[in-house]
Nanobody, 123 residues
């Protein structure tokens, strides 16, 4: 059974950095594109970034481009999200998601989700 476990969330100040991790198990990790989504209270789930199976292609939302960096280590079955220059509007629960083969910015296309990790950014 596929399991995705996020970690690394926390409370930071605006301008600070955080690194999220998502450890995957129960799947052939190199066959899955990975993505991060986030959801703030009272808001719809929002696509953040995705990475291809080999890590050679990425796709960022405009809201995080230039500040966030996604990477993956297929040997460790882990995907990372380095978040720099955090803003209060980045505060949300961050979820990682896995999709067989190709990535998408549509959460409905992902069948595997983690439980989420909370990121809080104080101004």
């Amino acid at each position: 059974q596929v399991q995705l476990v996020e970690s690394g969330g926390g409370l930071v100040q605006a301008g600070d950095s955080l690194r999220l991790s998502c450890a995957a198990s129960g799947l052939t990790f190199s066959m899955y594109s990975m993505a991060w989504f986030r959801q703030a209270p009272g808001k719809k789930r929002e696509f953040v970034v995705a990475v291809s199976r080999t890590g050679d292609r990425t796709y960022y939302s405009d809201s995080v481009k230039g500040r966030f960096t996604i990477s993956r280590d297929n040997a460790k079955s882990t995907v990372y999200l380095q978040m720099n220059m955090l803003k209060p509007e980045d505060a949300a629960v961050y979820y990682c998601a896995a999709r067989l083969w190709f990535y998408s910015d549509d959460g409905e296309r992902y069948g595997n989700w983690g439980q989420g990790t909370q990121v809080t950014v104080s101004s």
